[in-house]
């Protein structure tokens, strides 16, 4: 039979309460006193004194025993992660664990009603950061959970995709959390190896963390009810699904806050992608409250008809039509068009479901280009041509550039071009990327003598043909607005400086006006 501090402390407790009584003095009037009585009111305030001094040596007992089971439950943690781990993570991940002794378990208050087997395992709730520099403070925080999958992973390329066009001031005021919501502490390090590999200067600068559960935080899913018509295979994936996102965002809700500009505008989420709970970006103090929802119904439905159902009980009025109740929570959910995330892969995480789903307005062009005529030297991959991306309907894919290729844009008349966005590689293929680029611009009816000015500048370098460089290509994009003295402009183009060793797509064009 195991032996409870907890219980010891409680009854410590309770015989320092009862311990100490409060005794009144006898009266000032000692004569008035039968000389009997008088003794037991002196033997009375001896027994106070005693008994207050019992109650610190109690105190002091109590406290002991509180840091013992801290230590305990400390040193339990560190064991299971080193016994079970790779040595180099593991070790790690005890190092981050001292870095981060700060590091509180994820406190919900109504958590244990939901989840009562937590209560056997005081250690159940505090979270394995496995990489991590404990960044705080950011201005957003962004989860992926990641769990193991029968097939092929999507983790390195969701995250090569997300941190491709990251610009350095971006990097130093976001947060990614990698959630492995596994207990197999072996592939939970495997999965930190790689992401350490792929990204080491990421992971030390502590843009990116990775976080696993702990061991008894999960139920035993065996108990559960069939529900909505479902498998129980179904029901016990979407259940832990769950349990997966109330866990991130428990612990990504003290890591950084979310700043909106129109703060007369009440919303609860953001909505970057139609599709499921993929792209959902909400505000950091509503996560406790969002979580505990989920926590609460995780054996009853997925968990986008959840956030779809604390919409409803927020804004809809029973007494009022469904028309008005759509109203009400769209005003709620703030959709951003075109969507910014897609669902990649075919493999569901449920074994041998299929997700052949795709957001239809990903990528969607909001904007038009000016008219121009359009000419390259690269080589198309089947209908990915220029005309497409400039127009938004698709993306260019080339075959391999060489030294002298390039993309030409050829405007009728001249005109004013206030800036320019260009981006590179895509989500399905974040290597095929332009390297060595440069933007170049061609002013309309620039006399020698500004040419002169223009090109003994430092801002500016001249090329050929009567081209100015303004710009390059930096971890994929290109971006810069275009100056007054160059203005109006005849052409703009693209040339690639060197031979590039992958194929190029280039999935944005954008030349304001």
């Known amino acids: 039979m195991r032996f409870s501090l907890l219980r010891v402390a409680c009854l410590l407790a309770f015989a320092c309460f009862v311990s100490v009584t409060w005794i009144k003095p006898p009266p000032s009037d000692d004569t008035s006193m039968a000389p009997g009585l008088q003794i037991f009111f002196k033997r009375l305030l001896v027994a106070e004194e005693l008994g207050g001094r019992v109650s610190k040596d109690l105190s002091s007992i109590l406290e002991q025993l509180v840091n013992m089971s801290k230590v305990a439950n400390s040193t339990h943690l560190s064991r299971n992660s080193t016994a079970n781990g790779n040595n180099t993570i593991s070790t790690e991940a005890v190092s981050q664990s001292e870095v981060m002794s700060g590091q509180q378990p994820l406190l919900q208050p109504n958590i244990y009603l939901y989840m009562p087997h937590l209560k056997q395992h005081p250690g159940s709730l505090m979270p394995n950061v496995v990489l991590g520099q404990g960044r705080r403070g950011v201005s957003m925080v962004l989860g992926i959970p990641t769990v193991k999958r029968e ?7 969701t995250l090569g995709s997300l941190l491709s066009s990251l610009t350095s001031s971006q990097c130093q005021d976001l947060l990614i959390i990698v959630f492995v919501a596994e ?33 008894y935080y999960y139920p035993d899913f065996k108990n559960l009810e069939e529900t909505l018509g479902d498998s129980m295979d179904r029901v016990r994936w979407r259940s832990k699904q769950n349990l997966d996102f109330s866990f991130l965002m428990l612990y990504a809700q003290d890591k950084g806050t979310f700043y909106v500009q129109e703060a007369s505008k009440k919303w609860l989420y953001l909505e970057f992608s139609q599709l499921g709970f993929i792209g959902k970006m909400f505000q950091t103090r509503d996560l406790p409250m969002i979580a505990e929802f989920f926590l609460m119904f995780h054996r009853d439905k997925p968990i986008d008809w959840l956030l779809d159902h604390i919409l409803w009980v927020k804004v809809c009025n029973p007494e009022k039509s469904p028309k008005d109740c759509d109203e009400q929570k769209a005003l709620l959910k703030q959709q951003y068009k075109p969507s910014l995330f897609q669902h990649m892969g075919l493999h569901s995480s449920l074994p041998g479901k299929l997700q052949p789903l795709k957001d239809k307005k990903f990528g969607k062009q909001t904007y038009s280009n000016p008219p121009a005529e359009l000419s390259s030297s690269l080589k198309y991959y089947k209908q990915h041509n220029l005309d497409r991306v400039y127009n938004g309907e698709d993306f260019l894919w080339a075959l391999t550039p060489v030294q002298g290729d390039y993309i030409l ?12 966005l260009f981006c590179s590689g895509n989500a399905e293929n974040t290597g095929d990327k332009f390297y060595n680029t440069t933007v170049e611009v061609l002013p309309s009816n620039m006399s020698a003598k500004d040419k002169r000015v223009i090109g003994s500048s430092s801002k500016y370098k001249e090329s050929d043909k009567g081209f100015f460089i303004i710009g390059a290509f930096q971890n994929g994009v290109a971006e810069g607005k275009i100056e007054e003295v160059l203005q109006p402009v005849s052409a703009l183009r693209l040339v690639v400086h060197s031979e590039s060793d992958v194929w190029a797509v280039l999935s944005k064009v954008h030349i304001k006006v």
């Open 409 to 420: 844009f050829s405007f009728p008349q001249p005109i004013h071009i206030s800036g320019y």
């Open 183 to 215: 207990t197999d502490s072996d592939y939970v390090n495997s999965v930190a190896q790689t992401i350490k590999t792929n990204f080491p200067k990421e992971v030390k600068s502590g843009l990116l963390e990775v976080v696993s559960p702990s061991q």
């Open 151 to 157: 097939k092929e992973s999507y983790l390195s390329s």
